[in-house]
């Protein structure tokens, strides 16, 4: 499995960006993906995936109402559309997948095997 995450960049707070992940390497659509970030100093966190039945997107509490999930399996590709930018939101967001297992918590880091090399998402006050 291989991830290509793009599309990050510097914007101004209250700005808006849209990240894409591109899977390639297996059958998508059985693999959940999801999206983390890193910020400077600090330990890598989670911020959006859909479960392992595809009925329920999470999102870190930090991003409800501002992020927005989605993915299309035809294009074997993620998104993460960000609005409302914040300063706190500036971090390396990297997207990750993992074999699809029911019963799974994939908001947590651990339960992914496969990781993209992430993309710079800076916003500036």
């Known amino acids: 499995v291989q991830l290509q995450a793009s599309g990050g960049g510097l914007v101004q707070a209250g700005e808006s960006l849209t990240l894409s992940c591109a899977f390639s390497?297996?059958?998508?659509?059985?693999?959940?993906m999801g999206w983390f970030r890193q910020a400077p100093g600090k330990e890598r966190e989670f911020v959006a995936s859909?479960?392992?039945?595809?009925?329920?997107?999470y999102y870190a509490d930090s991003v409800k109402g501002r992020f927005t999930y989605s993915r299309d399996n035809a294009k074997n590709t993620m998104y993460l559309q960000m609005n409302s930018l914040k300063p706190e939101d500036t971090a390396v967001y990297y997207c990750?997948?993992?074999?699809?297992?029911?019963?799974?918590?994939?908001?947590?880091?651990?339960?992914?095997?496969?990781w993209g090399q992430g993309t710079q998402v800076t916003v500036s006050s």
């Open positions: 990750t997948a993992a074999l699809s297992r029911p019963y799974t918590d994939y908001t947590l880091r651990n339960k992914y095997n496969y």
């Open positions: 859909r479960n392992w039945s595809g009925l329920t997107t």
């Open positions: 390497g297996r059958t998508a659509s059985s693999y959940v």
